[in-house]
């Protein structure tokens, strides 16, 4: 056995069984060892940024992480966009990197680079074994490390959301083609961690006190379980709850208790915040502006609040953190007596509070045919026909920026029980390859890209990969032909209106990109809608006929 087959043996007895893969002449070996180990799945991405996004999209469905195989420096490079996403999103990826034979190195061959280095930037854990007997073992902790931040076991993690880490192996290729000992068996992901009985009894304190409080929840914490404990706390006590603007997993839809995400720009966080006395991180991080503007405060939690860090990270049992404390402040409110209508929403703070579950003029539910006025497409009107035609059980992956930003939670909430899948780190092009990912770990589900235009471009090969394994992924490409959102933040930096110049770099016509003839020639089939009875009628026959299919919605200006 050679050392490539030896990590690829080691995967396997550790739960990993999928392979995102763009390899080169320095992973022939693992490459070769495919064909005699079928259990492990190859998905070939014809760029590394796929292969990480499927990887993250993969284990924020199964909680289980998938293997990476990327081509020396540029490779891992061209892959860490989606890396840091995924590391945003705390999600378990294991990256197998090939390097080149440790006598080739000093001659600094044309891909000789640091690959060290960048691994570091997006990794929790990083390592070249140096012998063949480290090879086994060092893979067995390569994916124990990206199980790291917590989970008892892979069955667990699946139901509850993921809360892992990214780990990278450099393979030297003398290592891979070399006899190597036999592979490591499975070693054991260390087990969460559980919130100090002091500490649940101090939230509940503040829950339970006459001062306004607010949750924010994040990981596992919004899984249904979670939500219909916060919804419990919110029964008994009136605790608002709030969640990231794009979580790596939501739990939404009829009978799940809705949660407000925290608007993307400051001033809708502080209408939501104000008049909260005591923010309590319950796995989540204290929120901040994803930008710095000039005169404004990064921190978005209002002068007069206080933050409680009471689950301080998703390395803690958040689903049994929000348990324990709706057990010592709503012991008389049951998970059953919980409805979606008692939402955990921030409907009792007045200004900004808006509970989603709640929010008027939305069509009803799927299954009831909303009111189709057949109107040219445009922000305000597209997420209300897909909220209200989304079949049960879909995982929506939502990169839809500003175009879905206000109105795709409310225009969901009371859409068939679905998960969404945001955009952790902000670096677009997530989209498209999660979506792939997310179809390889749940054959069984319909996945829904509601994707961008301008962010769709970054890794739109991804679409070959869903024609290639034809997963069930109907994608919608948001065609707003522009950075639509980089207008606006010209504006708020300071940069005044845009001229000529400064408009040509937000502008993506001139040509117009036909999305459809692309994604013809990646091999998924294409429609193009205009109007909303167009899109219902393409949404609808895309969902009814398995394997991917694409739809350009044409965005008029609101
Ligand atoms: C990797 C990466 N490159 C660049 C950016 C900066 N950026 C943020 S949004 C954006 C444009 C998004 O355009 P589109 O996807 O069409 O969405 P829209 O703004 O039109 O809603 C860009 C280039 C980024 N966030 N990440």
Redesign the pocket.
Known sequence: MNGAETVLRTLLNNGVDVCFANPGTSEMQFVAALDRHPAMRGVLCLFEGVATGAADGYARMTGRPAATLLHLGPGLANGL?NLHNARRARTPVVNVVGDHARSHKPLDSPLESDIDAAATTVSHWVRRPITSADIGPDTAAAVAAALSAGGPDVADRSRTGTSGAISTLIMAADLSWGESTPPAPRLPAPPLRSVAPADVEAAAALVAGPEPVALLIDGAGLSERGLRAAARIRKATGTAAFCPTWPARLRRGTGVPAIQPLGYRAEAVNQQLAGIKHLILVGAREPVASFAYPGRPGLLTPPGTRVHRFVPDAGFDVVGALMELAEVVAPDVVESDVLASDGVGADALGAGGVELGAVAGLPAAQGASPSLVNEPLCTGNWARFIGSLLPEEAIVVD?????GMNTLAPATADSAPHDVLGLTG????QGIPVAAGAAIACPERPVVCLQ?????L?TISGLWTQARENLDVTTVI?N?R?????RAELDRVGGNQAGPAASALFD?SRPDIDFTAVATGMGVPATRATSTTELAEQFTAALATPGPHLIEAILQPS
């Not at 902000?426 to 092009?429: D, E, M, N, P, V």
């Not at 961008?452 to 769709?456: E, P």
Request: proline share 0%; glycine share 8%; charged share 10%.
């Open positions: 966009a990169e839809s920026i500003t175009e902000l670096a677009i092009g961008a235009d301008g962010s769709a970054y948001l707003n522009s950075y639509a959102i980089l993506l």
